[in-house]
T-cell receptor, first 115, second 117 residues
Framework: DGGITQSPKYLFRKEGQNVTLSCEQNLNHDAMYWYRQDPGQGLRLIYYSQIVNDFQKGDIAEGYSVSREKKESFPLTVTSAQKNPTAFYLC??????????????FGAGTRLSVL | AQSVTQLDSQVPVFEEAPVELRCNYSSSVSVYLFWYVQYPNQGLQLLLKYLSGSTLVKGINGFEAEFNKSQTSFHLRKPSVHISDTAEYFCAVSVPPAYNQGGKLIFGQGTELSVKP
């Protein structure tokens, strides 16, 4: 089955610790995105990547880092600099930014909590 | 820049009643419009989209939406809801590739639809 797989489903972070959220897709999509969801605030874009080995900051990139070494994978690291990391994190992907094929499909999410 | 406002944070309705979830957007350029649904602790699923053409768009699960350019709205409707429609609904916009914004989606704050028996 084609789709987007996020892991783990639940993650706990200790103070001062970096944690990495995994996002893998087998849809042959070029573009991948990371969003953060907080209650009552909708989804906010953290980082996005339109092509391998390239990525751009979104609206709330501070305290986060990403890499895009493979087309299928776009891991997100929540660093110790992110002081309020508790949230639901969603990964999405799309074919590319060209025209009607730019429909974003979402993974099931990772819920991150601070111990 | 684009922005999206969902006018109701919560909408309670009775089963088999009609429902409308309101969405207004702001943009100085043309936009693509989307409605997504999110069931508890899950990702987002695309309900429907407006890219161009007919302003009345039909989606999955019996939902439809109408694009109104003059009112900058894209309200979601269903004539008769079921208990299983209980979820959070998000309106979102993006701009066409010519504006080179990487296909980013701008989301509204979400509307919780609660269908009661």
């Amino acid at each position: 089955d084609g789709g987007i797989t996020q892991s783990p489903k639940y993650l706990f972070r200790k103070e001062g610790q970096n944690v990495t959220l995994s996002c893998e897709q087998n849809l042959n999509h070029d573009a991948m995105y990371w969003y953060r969801q907080d209650p009552g605030q909708g989804l906010r874009l953290i980082y996005y990547s339109q092509i391998v080995n390239d990525f751009q900051k979104g609206d709330i990139a501070e305290g986060y880092s990403v890499s895009r070494e493979k087309k299928e994978s776009f891991p997100l690291t929540v660093t110790s600099a992110q002081k309020n990391p508790t949230a639901f994190y969603l990964c999405a992907s799309s074919f590319n930014q060209q025209g009607p094929k730019n429909i974003q499909y979402f993974g099931a999410g990772t819920r991150l909590s601070v111990l | 820049a684009q922005s999206v406002t969902q006018l109701d944070s919560q909408v309670p309705v009775f089963e088999e009643a009609p429902v409308e979830l309101r969405c207004n957007y702001s943009s100085s350029v043309s936009v693509y419009l989307f409605w997504y649904v999110q069931y508890p602790n899950q990702g987002l699923q695309l309900l429907l989209k407006y890219l161009s053409g007919s302003t009345l768009v039909k989606g999955i699960n019996g939902f439809e939406a109408e694009f109104n350019k003059s009112q900058t709205s894209f309200h979601l409707r269903k004539p008769s809801v079921h208990i299983s429609d209980t979820a959070e609904y998000f309106c979102a916009v993006s701009v066409p590739p010519a504006y080179n914004q990487g296909g980013k989606l701008i989301f509204g704050q979400g509307t919780e639809l609660s269908v009661k028996p």
